[in-house]
């Protein structure tokens, strides 16, 4: 397939799958008057790219891994076969993410314990991003 296919299918702009190109990240055959030619794993290599870039990985880390990785969820070879430094790479970042992990977490605790605090009912309200939120709910003996 040729990039612009490549595009619709994955819903990433062809100007970024020349940059994954470039950084190594994909690796097109050419056909004989030079256009890229993709064949079908690159949609699955390009939405793998995608979940890393989104986890907070460079393309530098990427191009490291990418290697080791045949699908989102299978490690095409032994644990113990990963260079050091790319091992060193990963687990600063499984650190990076845990730490942000764990902020969120206190600032999400606080904040329903505040809303909690100050909530006429005493409980926070969760709102799902995407719905409205349920009116407040009215106390016995409260007119509307």
Do not use: F, K
Not at 35 to 63: C, F, H, K, N, W
Not at 97 to 108: E, H, V
């Amino acid at each position: 397939m040729r990039i612009g296919e490549l595009s619709r299918r994955t819903g990433v702009p062809t100007r970024l799958l020349r940059y994954y190109e470039e950084q190594h990240l994909l690796s097109p055959d050419r056909t004989e008057n030079g256009y890229r030619d993709y064949g079908d794993p690159a949609v699955q290599d390009v939405q793998q790219i995608r979940g890393l870039l989104d986890s907070g990985l460079t393309t530098e880390m990427i191009r490291a891994i990418l290697p080791y990785l045949s699908a989102p969820d299978e490690i095409l070879l032994p644990a113990d076969r990963l260079p050091p430094e790319t091992a060193a790479l990963l687990q600063a970042h499984l650190d990076r993410i845990q730490a942000r992990i764990d902020c969120l977490a206190r600032n999400r605790d606080r904040l329903s314990a505040y809303l909690a605090a100050v909530r006429p009912d005493g409980v926070p309200h969760c709102i799902v991003p995407g719905t409205t939120p349920a009116p407040p709910s009215r106390r016995a003996g409260q007119q509307g």
